[in-house]
């Protein structure tokens, strides 16, 4: 029997094959062509009025095709709104429904119900989207974006109404979660511990929220580092091929540990990314003090555009420091623990929205009422325990080595991994 190597090598099926491939190719271009909307003029779209052909075509569209290409926002920018670009879309479809019958168009703020091209252009210029609408509380839309409670809660209904209510079925959760990708540590160790199998995980999880916290040098911050390298790393070599954001409140962000950390992960990976490139991904903020680091949270949304697509990681390192350092005193403690929950509440919800990994990073003090064992405690009280998905307790061992423990996971009992920092990064250990 001939092998599939052994038919190649036959000339008369070589021919064949590539005559197959040809002919295919030719088919395809041959449908391009039969495309009437690549030839067709904007004038035959049926509504279209010559002063948004004027526009249209001041931006570069000049065809039907052209302006299914297009997105909305840049529509927007050519001057039509977005319920004119959506109408103009849909007769293109009506017009060619052979090219364009499968055509799903972006779901924006005009299409709930209650909401007009006036309020939706107000809302998105501060900064709001559909998703995010969702997930805002009313109070939040009521002060910040000028909404009464009785039409923000109704749009929220809308929304949810639209995705076919508040529940689904646990199969099709599940199916949700193992959509959601995952990206590596860089560190087999670490990796291991954050495999989930059934949920198609293998380190840092989309969409969910882990804390890092433990006493000074246990190496957050050096986990971060190298978080906001392997997150660019493309997927099919364990990343997300995505961008990371840093906030970084202790002033220890250090590029040219990004870069050791990139060339290590780039020769081991054979990922030929330039260290330059990486570093122009990652996107840095330094809070000063708590109030620029709430407000540096606030302007994540600008950042993020309305689908945040190209963003994989968000981190704040530290995200309790100036806050302990500011409300000293049992004095303050709940006024502090208010300002820390609306925080870490937007962040919560930034992972939750555009779908980022957020990693915050927390010291530790001294529990004094702790006598056996490691005396050191999180600090943020109930307010910091109950956030992240994932809480790890990280804490220096002998030489290089640290202990990452998973202390309150959903998901992962309490193991335990172990790893290095080197010069080259964080690297695995046993
Ligand atoms: P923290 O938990 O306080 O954020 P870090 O993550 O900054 O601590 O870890 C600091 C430790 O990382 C240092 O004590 C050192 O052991 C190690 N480290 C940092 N940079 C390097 C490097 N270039 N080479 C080797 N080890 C390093
Ligand atoms: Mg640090």
């Excluded at 690549?38 to 004027?54: C, M």
């Excluded at 916290?213 to 997927?235: A, D």
């Excluded at 820390?340 to 001294?366: C, E, F, K, M, P």
Aim: charged residues 25%; proline residues 4%; glycine residues 8%.
């Amino acid at each position: 029997m001939a092998t599939e190597m052994e038919e190649l090598e036959n000339p008369e099926e070589e021919n064949k094959a590539s005559k197959e491939i040809d002919e295919e190719l030719e088919s395809e271009e041959a449908m391009a062509d039969e495309n009437p909307a690549t030839e067709a003029k904007l004038q035959d779209i049926p509504g279209l009025g010559p002063k948004s052909a004027e526009q249209l075509k001041g931006g570069g569209v000049e065809t039907p095709a052209q302006l299914m290409e297009a997105s909305l926002a840049d529509i927007e920018e050519m001057g039509l709104s977005r319920s004119m670009a959506k109408r103009l879309r849909e007769s293109v479809v009506n017009e060619f429904p052979d090219q364009y019958s499968d055509f799903v168009e972006e779901k924006t703020l005009e299409d709930i119900d209650g909401i007009g091209p006036t309020t939706a252009k107000a809302l998105r210029e501060k900064g709001m989207n559909i998703r995010l609408l969702e997930t805002t509380p009313v109070k939040e839309l009521e002060e910040s974006y000028g909404l009464t409670a009785n039409s923000a809660m109704k749009y929220q209904t809308a929304i949810s109404d639209a995705q076919g209510g508040y529940f689904i079925d646990a199969l099709t959760f599940r199916n949700k979660q193992r959509d959601s990708p995952s990206f590596t540590f860089g560190a087999e160790s670490l990796d291991s511990i954050f495999t989930i199998e059934e949920m198609g995980t293998k380190g840092v999880k989309a969409g969910e929220t882990y804390e890092f916290f433990g006493s000074f040098r246990s190496g957050k911050s050096q986990i971060c580092h190298q978080l906001c390298v392997t997150v660019q790393i493309p997927p099919e070599l364990g990343g997300l091929g995505k961008k990371a954001i840093y906030i970084d409140t202790e002033g220890t962000f250090s590029p040219s540990r990004i870069s050791q950390m990139a060339n290590r992960l780039k020769a081991e990976l054979g990922w030929d990314k330039p260290v330059e490139d990486i570093l122009q991904n990652i996107m840095y903020a330094r809070a000063k003090n708590s109030d620029m680091q709430i407000g540096i949270a606030h302007k994540l949304k600008e950042l993020l555009g309305e689908d945040g697509e190209e963003y994989g990681l968000l981190i704040v390192d530290s995200v309790s420091a100036h806050f302990r350092a500011e409300y000293a005193g049992r004095g303050s403690l709940a006024e502090r623990q208010q300002t820390l929950n609306n925080h870490l509440s937007i962040l919560g919800r930034i992972a939750d929205t555009y779908g980022l990994a957020v990693v915050v990073t927390n010291q530790v003090q001294a529990n004094p009422a702790q006598f056996f064992g490691d005396p050191t405690q999180a600090v943020g009280g109930n307010i910091m325990g109950h956030w992240a998905t994932h809480r790890c307790y990280l804490r220096k061992s002998k030489g290089e080595k640290r202990v990452l423990k998973v202390y309150d996971s959903p998901v992962i009992g309490e193991v335990e991994a172990v790893f290095e920092i080197t010069e080259e990064g964080v690297l695995t250990s046993d």
